[in-house]
């Protein structure tokens, strides 16, 4: 039989009256029991050791050595197919997708810029092992092991060739979203890299109808327009494309065996390869292509101070991302009296019993470091764009093929269209001893 | 090609200057961090007594059923009849019938032990992690029942989308041999 205690009338008003005092210990002893029962106890599943992120840093080299190997010394588009289903299977689906390069730019800028917080040094690791290899190598971190750069890479069927007028300013936006990383992370604010990564949901097999949509939508664009994310969205993918222009053994057309047949360049998927320009500079229009290098020259420091007052107009609603700000704006309304009810947020604050200048002060303190970091982030970003113009503004006399290096991502798409492939060489060769073919054009080995 | 030995040259030149610089920051780079990482690991974690039971945690995980759910400490626990975290607040009349629980997948289970105590486990597979459970015992019980992550669903995201929506922040990292904040009972 069930009774109805006595108390229950008390225990309802308490419960509508009182409901404000929390966290008295003990309103009900707990019971001595006459039956002997033991008291079982909470599970607490362990999380993953530690050996799996030695683990991790370890495949994750084993992976860059390899991808690296079957790029530019087997030159082996398969080899690279092969990497790529084990980082979308190793790093995506087993690893569920964190912790990634790409999101480590964020740590390491809160790590450089916070000194409260302490890097993790398997995050450290996963930000400088790829740039190492991309110094070495070349982009071959974006070709193969990155889970992202592998995913795009897989279904990418039917490739378009996007226009230079339109690739040119689209890559750009990697660099705004490279500024916007970096200032969230390093004001502590948000990790957005992290936010709006548009393939963890597919890795995760679980989130966001939105974040799912993204990632199926950026798939589909993919087959089509080859890598986006890496194109146009990817921040790690600008910092590598600094660190490749200067790699050392990094995959390149020998302009004394280039035939200028344009083979590579129509394989090429993200637009890497320069075409030689054909008519030489008329030397009357020396002159003005001097003059307006050099004026795009002068504007630069102009565009970059532009750039820096944009960030500085910015700062009030960049600042708005961090917590602290929202929560310092919402009570100083509230105290003004513009919201009668509280949010979730400001009643937690108030439930502290710190006094209100204390949320002011620590937004005062986040927005000062936004009134540092806004304006840099303007400056990078117009520089960005600077460089880009400055790079257009210079006709460039460009005598053979080349290889972009910061575009490439070492994808070996190419090499096996090059008629000097050892491959294609050793075909020609057996075709031509075979009697099938005619002796071979002056300049074969 | 006349002019191709200086314009190599030149280009040389800065691949060299491009290079150098690259390695030299690179190397400060890798200098610097060195200084500020170490080698613990951390995993996220929720404080049970800055939770404000905001039922957050259901929706705001990366995963569709949510890492965090309840955990019960039982030691503190009354062991009542009437339970505020296992009952409505006005309960048509004291039954364990669904409409009178408030954990909305009945995953609280009430079991008799001796009168006039009643048990109160958490089926971790059904639990979702919504706190109403956690709000009921907090206004009126011992407050032994609280939200924790639990190590065995969490990814360990780079960034808790569920700490990013935490009106009260009571979520934090901490050291991974440490990984649960768990109630114990107050001694007073």
Known sequence: ?445 | MPDDTPHSTRRDFLTGWVRGSALLGTGALAGVLSGRSQATETVWQIDPDKCIQCHRCATECVLTESAVKCVHAFAMCGYCDLCTGYFEPRPNELNTGAENQLCPTGALQRSFIEDPYYQYTIDDKKCIGCSRCVAGCAAFGNGSLFLQIRHDRCVNCNECSIAMACPSEAISRVPAETPYKLKRVNET
């Open chain 1, 1 to 445: 039989m069930k009774r109805w205690p006595s108390y229950i009338p008390g225990a309802v008003l308490l419960f509508a009256v009182l409901p404000g005092i929390a966290g008295a210990a003990s309103r009900f002893p707990p019971p001595d029991f006459e039956s002997g029962h033991q008291l079982p106890t909470a599970t607490t599943p362990a999380p993953d050791a530690s050996w799996y992120a030695i683990l991790d840093v370890a495949v994750l080299i084993a992976a860059l050595g390899v991808a690296s190997y079957l790029i530019l010394a087997r030159r082996s588009r398969r080899g690279v197919i092969g990497v790529t289903i084990f980082a979308i299977i190793y790093f995506g689906f087993w690893r569920e997708g964190c912790v990634c390069p790409i999101g480590s730019v964020q740590n390491v800028s809160l790590a450089l810029f916070d000194r409260g917080y302490v890097l993790p040094l398997i995050v450290g690791a996963f930000f400088l092992i790829p740039i190492i290899f991309t110094f070495l190598f070349g982009r071959t971190f974006c070709a193969a092991v990155c889970p992202l750069g592998a995913i795009q890479d897989l279904v990418a069927t039917s490739p378009v060739r996007v226009p230079m007028w339109l690739e040119t300013p689209l890559s750009l936006l990697r660099h705004i979203y490279l500024a916007a990383a970096v200032l969230f992370a390093a004001t502590g604010s948000a990790f957005i890299i992290c936010e709006y990564d548009p393939f963890i949901a597919i890795f995760r097999l679980s989130g966001r109808f939105n974040m799912v949509l993204l990632g199926v939508a950026m798939l589909l664009l993919g087959m089509i327009v080859v890598r986006p994310y890496c194109r146009y969205f990817c921040p790690y993918g600008v910092i590598l494309g600094w660190i490749s222009r200067a790699s050392t053994w990094h995959a390149r057309i020998d302009p004394q065996q280039c035939v200028n047949c344009h083979l590579c360049k129509d394989t090429c998927p993200v637009n890497a390869i320069r075409v030689p320009t054909v008519e030489p500079i008329p030397p009357a229009e020396r002159g003005a292509d001097r003059r307006r290098f050099v004026l795009t020259a002068a504007a630069l420091p102009l565009i970059v101070a532009l750039g820096a007052g944009i960030g500085y107009l910015l700062v009030e609603p960049m600042s708005r991302m961090d917590v602290a700000v929202r929560l310092a704006d919402r009570l100083h309304a509230e105290q003004a009296g513009v919201f009668t009810d509280l949010t979730d947020q400001t009643k937690a604050f108030r439930a502290t019993g710190s006094p209100i200048a204390d949320a002011y002060d620590r937004a005062a303190t986040v927005t000062w470091r936004y009134r540092i970091g806004t304006p840099i982030a303007g400056a990078f970003v117009a520089l960005a764009f600077g460089m880009t113009w400055l790079q257009l503004a210079r006709r460039t006399r460009r005598a053979e093929y080349d290889i972009d290096r910061a575009w490439c991502v070492a994808c070996a798409r190419c090499f096996r269209y090059c008629p000097h492939d050892p491959r294609n060489v050793e075909m020609l060769n057996e075709l031509t001893a075979a009697g099938q073919m005619p002796a071979a054009a002056p300049g074969t080995s």
